[in-house]
């Protein structure tokens, strides 16, 4: 363990690392839409697009279905509030902050899962035909991710013998560059994870409402102002915790393990580099795959759990000896 | 004392029983009150019982003057059968508050009432019996009075023709459990010399013996649990009881299966070999996997809800699985883990189906329904219930910060602790099991968001549910206990578990001081390095930013508009245009297909003028259990066929008769001689 300075101040940088994190997740979404537009040859928006958007929203006033209750009501907060507190515990620019420690790994998918669930309860509780078909999808695909990820997430958790975020990155950090085959798989099967639960391509497009093929978009079909505004931001969120937790755990390098100015200032710059290529190699992606028929989703999500299985298995085997 | 209340518990049960033989209840409503104040009591008084013995981890024996001449009754209450004790006081105490409401409406019916309460009685005093049991007489005993009366509140609506097969098949297969039982404890009190549980104990059996007494038990209790693939009869029998009594037997009577099998195995068997656990945790896998694809594809919501007790009592038997592989290969820290994990989801799994069967049955109070097709919009007419329901929702499907979520959790670490074994091949295979509790646990949560979403959220499907009215405040008590606790016991678990390791400190005699090491407000499994978990601080931050948002955003708005949902532009959406419950799990059933038995029939009829216009679709769809089909029908026809070759012995005539008492005298004589 490095050189923990008092509560306090922990405490507050975790506070404000995590301010930062909510703050420059529509950065991230305006980077990788602006990079998409340059890559497929389009006018590009400005990068601080997505914070006119969300400003917008909130100026408005909110129209709800004749049908809604207060269950409609309350999702957008708690979905808000659940990807706030993901956010919280995801290491981004420093590891070891007090709040890493209120939930591991295991509990991270938990949160995903609880904001999924309200998602998916608002979708139904208006009684029209698209928010049930996004629900039922939402969940199908969600049943298939989750394994999945916590399958990934079990790969990384015996090579560092913990569920611990911090812990697995300063593993990660100081394992030195080892090419282990077990975190390659792992790798592999988490972006393929992450593609799916943020709704990016092949799994579904964030950029269309064609009726028959959305899943996310028919889920928050009736959602207007601050609602709106708000799953909007989480979603933007979750984009983010997915992408620095892929960055953090897999290239740890540059992450602040003392609390120094220099340090921390390091750390900023470390992950501001590796979100934005990340996105880069997210829109290459998208720019080259076509979406998927809807019932070739499990297929992709079980080559993934399949990937992240492999991982494990050469663990297992491989590395740990008998 | 402590044994004394306990008895006031099974004495008050009898009570109720015996009030309710002997009042009138068309005559007043203060028998009712009455039988279910006794109720509470025992309840109330079994909860104190066990809480005591368990927190204080007392043992406390005795012998009552009752059973056979040479072998009196032992009792024994000790942190086991107490922390079970408690479980079962708990929902009896839940049981009461909503009972008195809840059975008005059973007033009128067929049956007169005081059978179902007799046979109430006689099914809390014959489960507390079970666990108070301290030898295999008492036991087996207990055992048939808490199966038998329970038959009897399965068909207690007998005149509905699948209630009376429900309750023949769940006889069945409960005294074929008990046999298995019954022989188990026959080998034990073979090499053990005589019936008690001390005997027991104290015998030395050969592993070989020390196996079969362990697979007869897993098979007796395991049956009487609802383990696939012998689980077909739990999803016939729950539903059709009484809501409140589906709550015992889902939430109560399994757990008292597993009491029987942690207490043969742990306790009275004791050398615990790695090759049972195994056994255990493939079974248990499998049993929470397949139990809830069962559940998704349920639209009758109490039988949805016995198939998710399949799928949670699997994920008991993983965590106990888990936990003797670690016994078995000299990991004991991590046994105690896994066996915490177990006891924790016994108790969250009593609390939150408890609760969900109440729930069913509030629904069922006021809109005469069981089917989800026939619900929607009950949020809106019946608020408080909906609430109370989506609490139980929010648990079973394992999310935090509810209860449900910190025994998978457990589980889960449980799970991951596998580098530690020698062998490969367990290396290999506990991360699977793992992988496959991810799994289970993200189909849980989507089978309950189509519970919830298609029967509290949305239109009214049928005018009844369109007319429901909030259930009385008895019920919504009842219920809200049960909820309260589910919060509690998710947010508070380091607490919760500092009071079960008396169970382990006394099967295994020593636990480890790293669960709850870091205070109630962290939770770490092994060590603070490897896992750590703050539900408190998980609860207090959703608060916050919960709060914080309406703040924010709710100074300066102006008031919520009201308007039409999006219909396309063709007009104005009705309540047949919402999903249904098929609906929603088409998707899930496609991708696991072969794992029911599917009958899918489309009608379409043409109009008479243009061929392509449709006048009607008519859709069925039937999904069954394979099990039926691969497992209990042929052994049916198996003994069925064997009945009619013995049966061509029945010839009739009287000379065949005496040739056959005269033969079997022969034969009799010649062994003798």
């Known amino acids: 363990m490095s050189a923990v300075p008092e509560p306090a101040v922990a405490w507050l940088l975790a506070a404000v690392q995590t301010l930062l994190f909510i703050a420059a997740a529509p950065l991230l979404a305006g980077w990788v839409k602006r990079v998409k537009c340059h890559m497929q040859n389009r006018a590009a928006p400005a990068l601080i697009q997505p914070y006119r958007d969300l400003a917008k929203l909130f100026g408005k006033d909110v129209v709800m279905a004749e049908n809604a209750s207060w269950l409609f009501r309350a999702t957008p907060y708690v979905v808000f509030g659940a990807f706030v507190l993901a956010a919280a515990v995801v290491p981004l620019v420093a590891a070891h902050l007090p709040t890493a420690a209120i939930a591991d790994m295991i509990v991270l998918v938990g949160f995903f899962a609880l904001a999924r669930f309200f998602l998916a309860l608002a979708a139904m509780d208006i009684g029209t035909a698209f928010g049930g078909m996004g629900a039922s999808r939402e969940m199908t695909i969600a049943s298939l991710a989750e394994p999945a990820m916590l399958m990934a997430v079990f790969t990384l958790a015996m090579i560092a013998a913990t569920t611990n975020l911090s812990v697995v990155i300063e593993h990660n950090l100081h394992a030195g560059l080892v090419l282990r085959p077990s975190l390659l798989f792992a790798l592999l099967a988490l972006a393929m994870v992450a593609v799916a639960e943020t709704g990016r391509i092949p799994v579904d497009n964030p950029a269309t409402h064609l009726e028959l093929t959305m899943i996310h978009e028919a889920m928050i079909l009736e959602y207007s102002a601050r609602h709106l505004a708000l799953i909007e931001w989480a979603s933007q969120i979750k984009l983010m915790i997915y992408a620095a937790l892929i960055a953090n755990i897999f290239w740890p390098w540059g992450i602040a393990e003392e609390f120094t100015v220099a340090a921390l200032a390091l750390g900023t710059v470390a992950i501001s580099a590796k979100l934005a290529l990340l996105a880069i190699v997210l829109v290459v992606w998208e720019t080259v795959m076509a979406k998927m028929r809807l019932f070739r989703v499990p297929q992709f999500l079980g080559f993934a759990f399949l990937l992240a299985l492999l991982g494990m298995l050469t663990h297992v085997i491989l590395e740990t000896g008998a | 004392m402590a044994l004394n209340i306990a008895y006031l518990a099974v004495i008050a049960a009898l009570a109720s029983a015996a009030v309710a033989l002997g009042a009138d209840f068309r005559r007043s409503g203060l028998a009712r009150i009455a039988m279910f104040l006794l109720l509470g009591v025992s309840g109330v008084a079994a909860t104190v019982a066990g809480g005591w013995a368990l927190l204080e981890n007392l043992k406390l024996t005795e012998q009552l003057a009752l059973g056979l001449p040479w072998l009196h009754w032992h009792l024994r209450l000790d942190a086991l059968s107490g922390f079970f004790f408690a479980v079962v006081g708990l929902l009896l105490v839940a049981v009461s508050l909503y009972g008195p409401a809840y059975v008005r409406e059973l007033e009128g019916g067929k049956q007169p009432l005081a059978v179902l309460g007799l046979f109430t009685g006689l099914f809390a005093a014959g489960m507390l019996l079970v666990l108070l049991a301290d030898d295999a007489f008492a036991f087996m005993v207990a055992w048939e009075l808490m199966s038998v009366s329970s038959y009897f509140l399965v068909t207690h609506q007998h005149q509905n023709a699948p209630n009376r097969r429900a309750g023949f098949l769940y006889l069945l297969m409960a005294h074929v459990g008990a046999l298995a039982i019954l022989l188990g404890f026959g080998v034990l009190a073979g090499h053990g010399g005589n019936f008690t549980f001390d005997a027991m104990r104290a015998a030395d059996l050969p592993p070989l013996w020390a196996s079969i007494a362990f697979a007869l038990a897993f098979f007796g209790f395991g049956m009487k649990a609802g383990l696939v693939p012998v689980h ?192 490969g091949v367990l290396r290999a295979i506990l991360p699977i099991a793992a992988a496959l509790l991810a799994l289970t646990g993200a189909l849980a949560a989507a089978a309950f968001v189509k519970v919830y979403g298609v029967a509290f959220l949305g239109k009214a499907r049928e005018r009844r549910a369109g007319h429901a009215r909030e259930v009385p405040a008895g019920m919504l008590a009842g219920m809200g206990l049960l909820a309260v606790l589910c919060l509690v016991l998710g947010i508070l678990p380091t607490t919760v578990i500092g009071v079960l390791e008396n169970v382990p400190r006394l099967l295994l005699g020593q636990v480890p001081p790293s669960l709850t090491a870091h205070g109630w407000l962290w939770l770490t499994p092994v060590s603070a390095e490897v896992a750590s978990y703050s539900a408190p601080l998980v609860l207090a931050a959703i608060a916050i930013t919960f709060f914080v948002g309406r703040v924010l955003l709710r100074r300066k708005a102006n008031p919520v508009r009201r308007g039409a949902p999006w219909d396309c532009g063709f007009g104005p959406l009705n309540a047949r245009m919402q999903y249904t419950a098929a609906a929603f799990a088409q998707p899930i059933r496609r991708v696991f297909g072969p794992v029911w038995k599917v009958q899918e029939q489309v009608e379409v009829t043409h109009a008479e003028a243009p061929v392509t216009l449709v006048s009607g679709i008519r859709h069925q769809l039937h999904i069954s259990d394979w099990s039926w089909f691969k497992l209990y029908e042929p052994i049916g026809r198996l003994v069925l066929a064997g009945a009619r070759r013995i049966g061509r012995l029945h010839s009739g005539s009287i000379r065949t008769y005496l040739m056959y008492s005269f033969a079997t005298l022969l034969l009799l004589l010649w062994i003798v001689t």
């Open chain 2, 232 to 423: 077909a009869w739990l999803p016939e029998a729950h539903p059709v009881a009484p809501s409140h009594i589906s709550a015992l037997m889902s939430g109560v009577m399994l757990k008292v299966a597993i009491y029987g099998f942690i207490r043969v195995s742990y306790d009275l068997i004791g050398d615990i070999q790695w090759q049972w656990g195994l056994a255990v945790l493939i079974v248990g896998t499998l049993s929470a996997l397949l139990g809830v694809l069962y559940t998704l594809m349920q639209n009758d919501l109490k039988r949805l809800l016995a198939y998710s007790s399949v799928e949670n009592i699997g994920i008991v038997f993983m965590g106990l699985g888990l936990s003797m592989i670690f016994l078995g290969t000299d990991h004991p820290v991590l046994g105690v883990i896994g066996l915490i994990a177990a006891l924790y989801h016994v108790l969250n799994h009593a609390v939150f189906k408890g609760l969900l069967f109440l729930g069913a049955g509030a629904v069922q109070y006021r809109t005469h329904e069981r089917d989800l097709e026939r619900m929607g919009g009950l949020i809106h007419r019946m608020p408080a219930t909906a609430a109370l329901f989506l609490i139980g929702c929010v648990s079973i499907a394992a999310l935090p910060p509810f209860n449900g979520f910190v025994s998978e959790w457990l589980t889960f670490q449980t799970a991951l602790q596998t580098p530690k074994l020698e062998s």
